[in-house]
């Protein structure tokens, strides 16, 4: 398998931290994309993600994944242990619900809030720019954060007891929030320390 | 299971085009949400949905699911025919990764240009509108049938040759377009022939 990707970035880093939590990391091979310097709006790259964004996960025959849900579920079925995904259709469905409420809310939100209401990328690769969108959308990832806190005050995990998809999503929220400067609301103790015990996790020093 | 839901609305369709496809619609109580007069945005739904919209799917034991695409994937996982989700962990990532892309780039971009540079569903239950964000987004809608078509000029669905959620997907933003006047592009022929195809399905039939 081969990752096209920018190291550091969040989406990315979703990718390499399941990976690491499946054990096959050192089975995949990473290949540089220079988003900053634009190679990922070029034919080159769009041929293999028409969307224009990394990563995309390349499969043996040739075969393209990208967002990020899509290759993280492919990564869960591949191998056995740990169960990322869930496994039962019940418990399937509350981790890609939750996953999908922290991508939107949190993760997107900071994301759209980086693109739109700071200089981003710079002007060469920010082709549409909407300050009061990026503002609005800072909003929304301190909303997620105080909606993550109630959930968090009943369970370990943002979809239970047990660490999922969903969590690696809030972890890369996490690494954008920091980026960006957007703390953690001194109101949400629940959050700080599960962001804490997230980083914590081995696979997110082996995927640095 | 009960799916609390507005008839009529693009993301509610996708729930009851699935539960019919599956043959579980006549199983499903419908509870009727009154999205346009604000009850999504009152305390008693936001405790079975804390992003206020609909539809929202109930299980017996009172689990509650919501985001579209969790809720699909469970329809799918509870009865075995016709596979919606795909089988293997490559089929399944193809149409995780169409379904997104179908739901970003034109079902949720549509519903972006509505709700921000329409008056969409009145004052009182569009808390915050950004008409060039809307603009921004129809731009991309049209961006996506353009990527539809060339899809489409090898495959008879959006994930391949089979009928899948991403196809369901498809459908809503169809409903969606038409209800903005946003028409198929003349130079999508594809893309028109897929989307009357989509429309003549049994399933849609029964849902409505």
Chains 1, 2 share one sequence.
Request: proline share 5%; net charge negative.
């Amino acid at each position: 398998m081969k990752v096209y990707e920018f190291k550091g970035f969040p989406n990315p880093a979703r990718i390499r931290v399941a990976l690491a939590e499946k054990g096959l990391f050192n089975e995949t091979e990473f290949v540089h994309i220079d988003v900053p310097g634009g190679d990922h709006l070029k034919s080159e790259f769009l041929a293999k993600n028409p969307s224009g964004n990394v990563p995309v996960l390349e499969l043996d025959d040739g075969t393209l994944i990208s967002e990020c849900s899509a290759i993280t579920e492919y990564i869960d079925q591949i191998d056995g242990e740990p169960d990322l995904t869930g496994r039962t259709a019940q418990e399937r469905a509350v981790i890609a619900m939750m996953q999908r409420k922290v991508e939107a809310g949190f993760l997107d939100a900071v994301a759209a809030f980086f693109h739109h209401a700071t200089p981003g990328l710079g002007p060469n690769v920010e082709q549409y720019q909407n300050e009061d969108w990026g503002r609005n959308q800072l909003e929304k990832a301190v909303k997620t954060l105080h909606w993550m806190e109630e959930v968090l005050q009943n369970q370990d995990y943002i979809a239970g007891n047990s660490f999922s998809v969903a969590d690696i999503t809030a972890l890369a929220g996490f690494f954008f929030a920091g980026f960006v400067d957007l703390d953690i609301p001194e109101n949400c103790p629940n959050v700080a320390a599960y962001a804490e015990r997230l980083k914590a996790r081995p696979s997110v020093a082996q995927a640095a």
